[in-house]
């Protein structure tokens, strides 16, 4: 449902103050909440805002070294990954970032059900950051898990601007004597161009009539585990922690160790199939929720989805390897519990990436987690389109607007049927909520498979205006976004 321009006014005046949004009189069509408006200052209240803890980001162009290759991109304080923000349940992340970009930038606590006015959608739930200015975050970490943050400010993210957020629980009773995070992605930024060129070169399409295929397009990748298409962008690297194949971190502990491994698939274009070789994987949380246990060799990782696993380390060096699904490259880093071997060459691919690959039918929610058994009170149906080839990325026929926002109303199940009439797949991601799977998992970003449908349901509890998006950043930026919107009461 389409609301007119002056409801938009409405709303997109909200961000400056609430005075605005009386001035413009009565209105036929739904009023949305202000993102800083008394209804989120209520919801954030009653996540019984804890101690603050206080973190500095600067973002700006830097000279990175990738383990070899010399890059210069854009990054938090000159590292790639950025230092990861880690607190515990309930406090307040004071984050404030200074922007020493050439353009404007944003922060977007990926996976997080924050107060809206800290979700970092520039021209939705904020002003852009100016460049040489400061804006200051404040939210309270309400649930506990693995997250991550970056821009939501065009194709920033395929560049270095991206780090992991760790809510830890104190009453967590995981059992475990060392944690490793694993932050992946693909990298082409200041090697073979700059996302916003491979942006440009994507949308140009290649119908007839057009210059044919650009350098950074990739064809032919293709993965059965997602149903055909892979990918579109053709990157020269894929990192794990920031580090090329070659050079990769080690990581030490003990023989017979248990080892959570945090993973975070910060790719714009890429998702990872990833196994430790000669270990299976205990597969505990995913997207920040935890999950009933369940071993796998492998697991698959869009872009923005989250896996936790825990590991008993035998004793030697294992590859811990994220293969790029369908690009036929990998990430990688070590595991050493022992200094008698010489680590395998980047070239080893351990058999376990070919064995069970755990599916979504597979994860099963702590019972704690689950939903309450509710039929919907509103299906919200997405239907993805568009095609490679025109590069015509849309959410029901149309390209981002911040015009569209579907409403809801607190209180309400949330239905979201996406349906994929494209021959690709989405990782397709809702702001601000924790979705539930057909299974009951949790999670804030679903795979949905091309030809496919995907029904997630979530209980409207968090209000605000919350973007809705493909987290292909090629995709998102060329179309493939809407907003949700929760209406005044
Ligand atoms: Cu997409």
Redesign the pocket.
Known sequence: MDIDRRTLLKAGVGLLGGAALTACGGNASPAFVSPSGAEVRAAEQARRPGAIRSFRLVAAEDQVDLGGPVVRTWAYDGRIPGAPIRVSLGERVRATLTNRLPVDTSVHWHGLALRNDADGVPGVTQQPIKPGSEFAYEFTAAHPGTYWFHPHSGTQLDRGLYAPLIVDDPLERLDYDEEWVVVLDDWLDGVTGTPEEVLAELSRGMGMGHAGMGRHMLMGATSPLLGGDAGDVQYPHYLLNGRIPSQPQTFRAKPGARLRIRLINAGGDTAFRVALAEHRLTVTHTDGFSVQAVESDAVLIGMGERYDVLVTLKDGVFPLVALAEGKKTVARGLIRTSDRMAAPGPGLRPRELDGEVIGYDQLVPREALRLAPKRPDRTIKLE?S?SMMAYD?AINGKKYDPATIYPVRSGERVRLSFVNR?M?????HLHGHTLALPSGARKDTAIVLPNETLEVDFDADNPGIWMIH???I???ESG?MTLLGYQQL
């Open positions: 993805l568009g990325w494209t690709m797949w989405h990782p397709m493909c987290h292909n090629y995709h998102a493939m």
